[in-house]
């Protein structure tokens, strides 16, 4: 068995009865407080409404190795840890990559008694087969980003940065950050959204799934699609910020009436 072969193999199929919940775009990290608390109302929230949840990616602002969480997180992270080992306790708790936080390995899902899922997901659910993915795969029409995507997805070079000292880590994520944000302006709406025919290739793979659900994109809403004759349907997750600018939320709620889109508002206070 090669050293790649033992990377232990992820779920891509999950058969998940009742109401399942979904949520993405979270990007907790130490400088977003009121997002950090306005997601742990809906940990809260979803372990008391939800059957199951599924974390479709980016729930860290960026993830440089588990031994940074298992070792001596800092306090936020702690905070956020047992947050998600809280709910793992009480409901089934499913983990998905997104491109912040691909580094994100089975040690740390074990940690949580969370489950790592593949990067692409099909979810026999009440309402149906839907397929889930993080998104980012789909934005084709970002030539910079599918290159980056490549060479950071390679387990040679994964291996390699997995094996140099956190402090550096750190330093390069924090300096992929900054060349993300700053080429974020120079980019259109449509390099910086799904492909439209990289979504209907994904729905034509497999169609018998009509349904799918990512996140990614920040552009939270229900599309349809008609492709051969049968209608596809879409749905984005929200990202979530309650610390700057206009605060957002949300979730998607899966259950035997169908998929809907929710947004969290934050409980108020008795
Ligand atoms: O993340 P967001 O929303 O700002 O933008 C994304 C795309 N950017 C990214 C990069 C992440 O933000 C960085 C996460 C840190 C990862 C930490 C671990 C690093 C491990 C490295 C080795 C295994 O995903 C952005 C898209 C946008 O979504 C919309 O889809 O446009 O893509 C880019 O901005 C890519 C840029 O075009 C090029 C990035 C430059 C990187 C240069 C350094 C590469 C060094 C590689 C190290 C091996
Ligand atoms: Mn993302």
Known sequence: MTWLSRKQASLNKLALDGTIWLASDIHLGEHIPKTRQAFYAFLDSARVHANALVLAGDIFDFWAGDDIALQSPEPWLQEALSQLAQT?????LYLMHGNRDFLIR?????????TLLADTVTIESAAGLIRLSH?????????GYQRFRK?????????TF???PRHLRHRIASHIRRKSKNAHPYKNNTMLDVSAAAIEYAFLENPQVHTLIHGHTHKPGHHTSILNGTAYERWVLPD?????GPIHGGYIEIKKSGVCLHRFHLPTNP
């Open 88 to 92: 793992a306790s009480q409901i089934p």
């Open 106 to 114: 089975h040690k740390l899902a074990k940690r949580l008694n969370a």
């Open 135 to 143: 998104g980012d795969e789909y934005c084709i029409d970002d030539p």
């Open 151 to 159: 060479i950071v997805h390679n387990p040679l070079i994964q291996a």
């Open 162 to 164: 997995l094996a140099l």
């Open 240 to 244: 979530w910020e309650y610390d700057h």
